[in-house]
């Protein structure tokens, strides 16, 4: 990423950037799918929210996952509206970087997208992910159904003892209903296919999660 700010503490709402009313502009179309960054969604289609690290990398994970529709670089978890990348990157909106997940249920399960979640970071380190360090790289899951919510902490609690296994510690991802999801600048969408060569720090990280299917090439 350009900015690694290492803000470690989130700020509280009457301390967050004010934001703006205007949101930040995006194309109408996704790079890789085909299909529209911005809803509304075609009927049928659920939606997820995942920080998990850098977002180049993470948006790339899952829109190689079939029956996933469509994948867009944004921020939540914060309170500044509208947030840009350098507010975010400051620490001071309360944001993470995410990607929203637009996904047909009658072809890709929640727990598969769990699954490709848990097995491609770290989820073990707080304010950070690898050498990027700050409030905008830690490991969420903003579920937007009650069903999502349980889902996802039973999959936390599935998982935990085989990080441990492998000599890692408490999980502290942040789980929790979705706020307010911002996309990110137009250059953030899908990255990776626009600069194959860029940053990326996600991929698997030898942990296997029981739960999901696992991708197949």
Same mark, same amino acid.
């Given at each position: ?199 990326? =720090?996600?991929?698997? =990280? ?12």
């Amino acid at each position: 990423m350009f900015l690694r700010y290492k803000k470690l503490e989130l700020p509280t709402p009457d301390k967050a950037l004010p934001g703006r009313l205007i949101e930040i502009p995006v194309a109408d179309t996704h790079t890789v799918l085909g299909t529209p960054l911005k809803g509304p969604w075609p009927a049928g289609l659920e939606t997820a929210v995942f920080g998990m690290g850098c977002f180049w990398g993470a948006e790339r994970i899952f829109w190689e996952i079939p029956g996933v529709y469509s994948t867009s670089a944004g921020y939540a978890g914060g309170f500044t509206e509208n947030p840009t990348y350098e507010e975010t990157c400051s620490g001071s909106t309360g944001h993470t970087e995410v990607v929203q997940v637009v996904y047909d249920p009658a072809k890709v399960t929640y727990e598969t997208l769990l699954k490709a979640f848990w097995e491609n970071h770290n989820p073990t380190q707080g304010m950070r992910q690898g050498n990027d360090k700050g409030t905008q790289y830690r490991s969420a899951i903003y579920t937007t159904t009650p069903a999502q919510a349980k889902t996802a902490q039973d999959s936390l609690e599935a998982f935990q003892p085989i990080v441990k296994t492998a000599g890692h510690g408490a999980i502290t991802t942040e789980i929790k209903p979705l706020g307010a999801y911002y996309y990110a600048e137009n250059y953030h969408q899908q990255y990776l296919d626009k600069n194959p060569g860029g940053y990326c =720090n996600h991929g698997p =990280n030898g942990m296997t999660c029981p739960i999901g299917v696992a991708k197949t090439a």
